[in-house]
């Protein structure tokens, strides 16, 4: 089976810098995707990294290490709409289309 | 384009209920789920159909069935309701081969008492 470790909650300023990492288990895998989702929403996809290195989209990065079992979702420039959940979620290959979650890391940007 | 439909947005059902929850999209992707988000958890696939005709399990079927009524529509049944399955309940789809990139519908929060 697949199992995924984010922490659980961060919490920083405005204009600040935040990392979110993930590790994870899996027999075969094909890539790690982040997702976010606002309170009373749907989740929303962000980025997919299947290949080592790092992935920019705007003020969000990506970043995949599949020698450590490990990727990171870098937040730049914090916004307060940035406030949300973000998921990582491992795809692999004995799974299909198939994407197994981990539990969410809840960030919160103070003014 | 609305993308992904669901309804009902909310519901109430008794325990021994049955219902049925109702997905649509109108993407033209082959692949579509449904999940379960309980309370500060993260979603577990629950059924999943990579193509009109198929179904497979995912994480947590018990107490759920499937239909892929055609492209478009995906449905899933609670025969009978346990308050276990009090969630919010999301649907997502996605293109062929392009499973890391779903897109969700905006979820129905049930509640079974």
């Known amino acids: 089976g697949q199992s995924l470790e984010q922490p659980s909650e961060v919490t920083a300023v405005e204009g600040a810098i935040v990392q979110i990492n993930c590790t994870y288990q899996t027999s075969g895998f094909y890539g790690l995707s982040w997702y976010q989702q606002h309170d009373g929403g749907a989740p929303t996809f962000l980025s997919y990294?299947?290949?080592?290195g790092l992935e920019e989209t705007g003020r969000f990065s990506s970043f995949l290490s599949r020698s450590d079992s490990y990727g990171y979702l870098l937040l730049q420039e914090l916004q307060m709409k940035d406030s949300a959940s973000y998921f990582c979620a491992v795809r692999d290959s004995t799974a299909g289309n198939k994407l197994t979650f981990g539990g969410g890391t809840r960030v919160l940007v103070k003014p | 384009n609305a993308g992904v439909t669901q309804t009902p947005k909310f519901q109430v059902l008794k325990t021994g209920q049955s219902m049925t929850l109702q997905c649509a999209q109108d993407m033209n992707h082959n692949s579509m789920y449904w999940y379960r988000q309980d309370p500060g958890m993260g979603l577990r696939l629950i059924y999943y159909s990579a193509s009109e005709g198929t179904t497979d399990k995912g994480e947590v079927p018990n107490g759920y069935n499937v239909s892929r009524l055609n492209k478009r529509e995906f449905s899933l049944r609670l025969e009978s309701a346990a308050p276990s399955q009090t969630s919010v309940y999301f649907c997502?789809?996605?293109?062929?081969?392009?499973?890391?990139?779903?897109?969700f519908g905006p979820g129905t929060r049930l509640t079974v008492t």
């Open positions: 990294n299947a290949l080592d």
């Open positions: 997502a789809s996605s293109e062929g081969g392009r499973g890391y990139e779903q897109y």
